[in-house]
Structure formats: structure tokens, C-alpha cells
């Protein structure tokens, strides 16, 4: 966990000019970089500190998986579930921040 704000994007790794957006990793997501990157303890809620693009890509990845755990094949939602999970694993943990301390 970072105390400051970080300058580069946690998906990218670009430097973020202008406004930074903030992903909030829910409980599942969160639970998972815990268990397989020790993304450690935050003590409100930890968010994924990335630019414009890379948000928009996370929160379709996101609602996509969202969609096919409601509606889709059990294939399409695995499918779904391994992509979110390898851009996870590609975050820089070093950008992801307590939402409490924004």
C-alpha cells in the first residue's frame, strides 16, 4: 500500500497527466490479489489508481463478467473471470491506494 498518490497508471504503468481515476476493487478482486500478490491490508478500501483508458477497460472487463455470471455460459463467464484476473495480476500493487486517504 502507498501512502501518496502514485504518478503512474497501475494498469499501464504511463504517467497519468490530468485527472487520475480510481477503480474500486470489490471484496472478490480484492480477496484475490490478497491471496495470490499479498496486496496486504487497507483499512477502509483499497482503489486501483489508473488513467481514463485504462479504467474504462477494467469497468467493461468488469461488467462484462458481471453480464455473463447472470446470462451467459459457464465457459464464457471462466473466460471472462481469467481475463479480469490476468489484469490483475498485471496491476502495480505499489498504485493501488486506501480510499481513506485520497
Known sequence: MS??????CAS???SIDGQHREWILDPEWRMYLN???????????????CCSSCWNDLDD?????????????DAD?????AE?????????L????DQGSL
Not at 501512502?3 to 503512474?8: A, D, F
Not at 472487463?61 to 455460459?73: D, K, T, V
Not at 463467464?77 to 473471470?81: C, L, Q, V
Open 3 to 8: 501512502e501518496s498518490l502514485p504518478e503512474t
Open 12 to 14: 499501464c504503468g504511463k
Open 35 to 49: 491471496d495470490e500478490r499479498d496486496l496486504g491490508w487497507f483499512p477502509t478500501t483499497p482503489v486501483v489508481i
Open 61 to 73: 472487463i468488469e461488467n462484462s463478467l458481471s453480464e455473463r455470471r447472470a446470462y451467459g455460459s
Open 77 to 81: 463467464t471462466k473466460a471472462k473471470e
Open 84 to 92: 479480469l484476473k490476468e489484469e490483475l495480476d498485471s496491476l502495480a
Open 94 to 97: 505499489d498504485s493501488i491506494v
